[in-house]
Each structure stands twice: as structure tokens, then as C-alpha cells.
């Protein structure tokens, strides 16, 4: 090992003796510091090799890297030892017991709604649809007007509406229709797009009956759409959601934005002769949809002698309970961690 001249080795020593009364991480960083940074021991000697003489750089330079290495080498063994010393410390404290469990550590996980999401989202996109949002706080023009219900229209009544402005131009959207024509506005057909979303709605809850849910609106914009092309994708949503081929039939609807309009019921998955699901009737009513009116492709500036269209509003909050068995839509936004944790899976 390189020499030291003496009063190299006298400032090592000094150094060396520093680190070992430190009581403190801040004390040992302050100790390397002032060693290695520019002014320091360190930093001196390495600065002072081009002045030497050729004879001596070497080893000055050896005695530089020397000092440098075993002042490191003692601030992290004195930086182990404190560490050592705190946690033997906080073990002496009364009422420590080693053989006690750590605490659990509580896993999250997706929640119900968001689950069945993400499984209609890979769906449908598989079948080339995008997945679109919408404002949450809307414009009328998007929630009534734009969908053929106008002001003075006895349809509004159908759904009891949160109003936020005295104007009654903004609204929380009571459905995710209003994102239809959204969607058509920035898009040429073919359009093929669903839009799961929050909604809300002034409603007494009861157990099928919440003021805010989710729904999940599909929209599919082309030349010669008809309603086989809507029972299909119905179809497979279903068998996706399901696993197996489910029979559909299909009632007629009225809702202002379709024409014709329909509630699409589903065979019951769960009994082939009757169960309390299906209310003893062996058909589950699913979700409502039709064939876009034309007024609503107009609003959305598509011509309808050219294109026609099919649109659905699931009900999320209700599919998700039937593919749950939740007998009460209340439980879903509750924040109840009893409730959530029933469906803890890895999502
Ligand atoms: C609509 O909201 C229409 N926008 C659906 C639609 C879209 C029709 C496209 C045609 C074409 P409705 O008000 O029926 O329709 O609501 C749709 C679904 O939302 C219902 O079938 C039901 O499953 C669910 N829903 C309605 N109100 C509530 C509520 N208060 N709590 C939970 N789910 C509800």
C-alpha cells in the first residue's frame, strides 16, 4: 500500500477519528464532504499532481485515491454501526415482542363495475369499436335536444333531471345517449363506438334504483345498418359476458332518439324454467336500443338518406348485479369495504 507522507497520514488519522464520534448519518455526509469535495484533503491533493514534479504525481496520486477509499470504507461502516445501534434500540423498548405478525397489508383491487368495464371494453373493441367519453355535467342541446326531445317535450319527464345552472343549459347528464352525437360530430361513418359512463338521474333509490349509475351506450353509424346487425352484437355481448349463446327477443321501445325503438330482453343464464332473477318468467329485460332516428343523424350532421344506424343504452349497474347476484344497486357506489372486498380477484 502507498505510503503517506506524515502529514497525509495525520490528516487520515484526523479524518478516521471524526467518523468514529459521529453519531449521526448528517454528521458522516458532512465528514465526506469535506474531504472529497473541491477545498477538501481529497480534492486538494488530486488539484496540486500537475504542479509536481513528474517523480511525484504518481504517488500522490496513489496517496490521494488511499485516503479517499478508507475514509469511504469507514463512513459506511460507521453508517452500518448507527444503523444497527437504532434498530436494537427500538427493539428495547417496552412491549416489543419479535414473535408478533407484522400488520396485513390490505390489497386493492378493481372495483365490480370496473371490471365488467375493462371485459366490454377488450369486447367490443375487438369487434373494432373505440371507446369514447363524455362530460359528465352536459349541455342540454346534447342530453334532450340534439336527441329529438325538445324543451317542451313530454319524453323529458322519463327521466328526473339534476339541472346546474338557472338557465337549465347545463345538466348532469341523465343517460350516456348525449355521447352519440358527440360522437358524430367528429367522426365520418363508419362510426362504431361504445361510451361506459357515469349518469344520474332525480330518483327516490330503492333497490333497483340509484341516482347515480353507470350505463354503456353502442353506436354503430354505416351504410345499410339494420337491426339484424343490432341483434347480432347483442348476441355477443351477451356470449362474452355470459360464456355461453343466449336467446334474445326483442319488445317494442319508445324512446325519442330511435325509430323503431326497442327493450331487448335476454333468456334467463341462470334457469331453464323459472328462477327469482328472472321473476319466474324465464326472460331477463336487458337493455333498450334502436335504429338511430334521423333527426338525431341530422343533429350529429350525417345524412340520413345515405346512412342509418342502431344505438343501445346498457345498463351497467343492473348487468353487473346479474353477473354478480348484488340484490341491491345501492351497495355499488356505497364505498362499503365489506361489500368491495367480496369481489377482491386480480383485475
Ligand atoms: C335510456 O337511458 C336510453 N338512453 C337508452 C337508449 C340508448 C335507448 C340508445 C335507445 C338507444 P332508460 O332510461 O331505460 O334508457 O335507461 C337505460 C337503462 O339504465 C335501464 O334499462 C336500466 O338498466 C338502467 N337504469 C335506469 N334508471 C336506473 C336507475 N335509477 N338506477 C340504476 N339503473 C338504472
Known sequence: MTDLSPEHASTLARLLAQV?????????RA???EALEKGGVVADLLASIPTLP???????GQAANRIKAELEAAIDARKR???DGALLASRKVEGFDATLRAPRVERGALHPITQ????LEDLFTSMGFEVLDGPEIELDWYNFEALNIPRDHPARDMQDTFRCDPAGELVLRTHTSPVQVRAMEKRRPPI?????GKVFRQETTDASHEHTFHQMEGLVVDEDVS???????????LRGVFGKDIEVRLRPGYFPFVEPG????ARCPFCKSGCSVCKQSTWIELLPCGMVHENVLRAGGIDPAKYSGFAFGLGLSRLVMLRYGIDDVRHLLSGDARFLRQFHRIG
Open 20 to 28: 468514529a464520534a459521529a453519531s449521526a448519518a448528517e454528521d458522516l
Open 227 to 237: 337491426v339484424g346487425h343490432l341483434i347480432h352484437t347483442m348476441k355477443t355481448l
Open 192 to 196: 362504431r363506438a361504445i361510451a361506459p
Open 81 to 83: 454501526e448507527l444503523e
Open 116 to 119: 365488467v368495464v375493462r371485459e
Open 54 to 60: 513528474p517523480a511525484e504525481r504518481k504517488g500522490a
Open 262 to 265: 326497442f327493450e331487448l330482453d
Open 31 to 33: 465528514i465526506g464532504r
